[in-house]
């Protein structure tokens, strides 16, 4: 099974911005990528989908975080302005994509610390 590569975390001040990357290496057509977040003691929350030319973002970060995907790259980047400290989490980049099978494939997750 897949594994989708992550980059692009760390420490950011309130107010900073940062950039999350995510490849599917060996896929050869992907239908969706997103970010999820999963912060201590909560559930995983989807952040942030695109699929068919549509975007889609939790509520909580609309104006703010914007996606973007590369179909022909297979990439999906996430950049991330006007951070705040609830966005404090691990983000995993998700996938439904297509290698010898059709598949969905996940990241490890990367921790994105907003912090003074």
């Known amino acids: 099974q897949v594994q989708l590569v992550e980059s692009g975390g760390g420490l950011v001040q309130p107010g900073g911005s940062l950039k999350l990357s995510c490849e599917a290496p060996?896929?050869?057509?992907?239908?969706?990528m997103a970010w999820y977040r999963q912060s201590p003691g909560k559930q995983r929350d989807l952040v942030a989908m695109?699929?068919?030319?549509?975007?889609t973002y939790a509520e909580s970060v609309k104006g703010r975080f914007t996606i973007s995907m590369d179909n022909y790259k297979m990439t999906v980047d996430l950049q991330m302005n006007d951070l705040k400290p609830e966005d404090t989490a691990v983000y995993s980049c998700?996938?439904?994509?297509?290698?010898?099978?059709?598949?969905?494939?996940w990241g490890r997750g990367i921790q994105v610390t907003v912090s003074s």
């Open positions: 695109s699929s068919g030319g549509t975007t």
């Open positions: 998700y996938a439904d994509l297509v290698t010898y099978r059709r598949e969905h494939a």
């Open positions: 060996a896929a050869t057509h992907v239908y969706t």
